[in-house]
């Protein structure tokens, strides 16, 4: 019988992870490269670990969600979760996470994502990238 350490588990969680990161950096450098080239490797690196973080404290697990929440991020605004409609979407307690993400992406309407691009403060909770967009 095989039997794997918590040790192992840990390890493979954090080469997953480090994949995930390296995949959604890519993503982020080929869609949007307006936004993405004049950031230094390390700024985005740490822009899409915030990006993620804020994704998974939504309690969004699929990583198709994750990588469309930080997507928006980067095009619509790191804080478009606070325009109101979106807050109480993600919020909603009768529908799971990725759920709740989903209806969200699919009831938006495009004024939605206008009034959330208004909201934008820029902050990307990591002072070396707070020039993004400026």
């Known amino acids: ?3 794997i350490r918590k040790e192992q588990l840990f390890a493979f969680q954090a080469d997953a992870d480090r994949r995930f990161h390296g995949w959604v950096m890519d993503h982020v450098r080929a869609g949007l490269p307006k ?3 004049p ?3 390390e700024q985005l690196s740490r822009m899409v670990r915030f990006a993620v973080a804020k994704a998974e404290g939504y309690g969004l697990k699929d990583e198709s969600n994750i ?3 930080v997507t928006l991020m980067f095009a619509v605004a790191p804080n ?6 979106f807050a109480m979407q993600l919020a909603d307690p009768r529908l799971p996470p990725d759920l709740r993400f989903e209806t ?3 009831d938006a309407a495009p004024e ?3 009034e959330a691009a208004e909201l934008n403060d820029n902050d990307w909770g990591v002072d ?3 020039t993004v967009g400026a």
Do not use: E, G
Not at 80 to 85: N, Q, S, T, V
């Open 128 to 130: 070396t990238a707070k």
């Open 104 to 106: 969200l992406l699919l």
């Open 112 to 114: 939605d994502w206008d």
């Open 80 to 85: 478009f979760d606070r325009y109101l409609w």
């Open 1 to 3: 019988m095989l039997v």
């Open 35 to 37: 936004v993405a080239d």
């Open 39 to 41: 950031l230094s490797p």
């Open 67 to 69: 990588l469309t929440f």
